[in-house]
Structure formats: C-alpha cells, structure tokens
C-alpha cells in the first residue's frame, strides 16, 4: 500500500473508537456515535491515534477515504466538545420563547409556530431573537438549524426572517418611480 493512501487522526484521551464488521463507534463524554462504513475503507486503531486506510487507488476509494477521515474527525470532535449553530430573527414583533423540548416562534404569522427539537439537540434562547443549538452531532445540529430557518427565510428587501448569525443578506433595490 502506498503512503498516499493513509490519513491520520488524533485522539484525545477521554474518547474511545472501534471499528468492527463496517461500523465506526465513537464515544465519549458528550454521547456516543456510529457510522456505516463501505468496504475498501479501514480504520487501524492505536492509542492515540487512527490511521484511515483504503485499499485500492481508484477514483471513488480515493472520495470515500476523504469523506469516511472527515466524518470520523467531526465524530471525534462531537463527542469531545459538541457543535453548535446560531440563528438570528430579524424583524419587527419576531421572538422565539423556548419550552421544554419545543421553539414557539412568533416570525410575522397570524399565530405562533411551534417546533419540536429532535432528541441530542438542546436550545438556548437569548434576548428572545438569538437562538442558540447545540449537540454531540454535527448533521442534526446543521440540518435542526436548516429547518428552523426554513419556517420564514430572510427576504432581500427588507431583511426579515430568521438567518443565521453569521449570514449576510444582500439587500435588493426596491421598485422606483419614474
């Protein structure tokens, strides 16, 4: 095997990898995680550290080697520290209240719109427009914050609806009169 085909990984000390029969497991304090792994794809444990293999050097070994060290490092990353994603809601009247394991928003509706947070996703709602989620999984996290936006996406004229923090909204010229 060629050196080409070897990524390695760090592992800190509070959290365990296996890999057995296609399934990465990786836990630690934050939850535990597992992956579906494709065969030509292996994983060498040592003590610190994780060597990713793959077998071949075909064009889609080489992709799914890449992909499968990403995955395994935000796993890793996960577990260790968690993610979190940020949201804003701009606009006049936009609040979100935060009950048990469901986000009320009031975004410019004739009624609030409840939605209900996934199980490994927790909410931190600060001065009623800032949302905050957090989470052992980088997928949920993303797509749990993709779905909130998604209840009333920023509009270019006049900037309201929910974005993330980190989002800019290019403003569009309104009509003009002749």
């Known amino acids: 095997m ?3 085909g070897r990524k390695v990984i760090q592992v800190p000390e509070k959290v365990k990898v296996a890999f057995s029969d296609g399934f990465l497991k990786v836990s630690g304090p934050k939850g535990e995680l597992t992956q579906n792994v494709r ?22 070994l080489r992709a799914f080697h ?28 936009y609040r979100a209240q935060a009950s048990g394991n469901t986000i ?5 509706f004739s009624h609030p719109v409840k939605f209900e947070l996934p199980k490994g996703v927790t909410c931190e709602i600060t ?38 923090a980190e989002e800019t909204i290019r403003t569009k010229a309104g009509k003009s009169a002749k």
């Open 2 to 4: 060629s050196r080409i």
């Open 39 to 60: 065969e030509g794809i292996e994983f060498e444990i040592k003590e610190k550290e994780i060597l990713v293999k793959r077998k071949s050097d075909t064009k889609k």
């Open 66 to 93: 890449g992909l499968y060290r990403s995955l395994l490092n935000n796993m890793i990353i996960g577990v260790n520290a968690g993610f979190t994603r940020k949201l804003e809601l701009n606009g006049v009247g």
């Open 104 to 108: 009320n928003l009031q975004v410019g």
């Open 127 to 164: 001065d009623s427009t800032n949302i905050v989620l957090s989470g052992f999984d980088k997928q949920l996290v993303g797509q749990t914050a993709a779905e909130i936006r998604k209840v009333r996406p920023p509009e270019p004229y006049k900037k309201k609806g929910i974005k993330y």
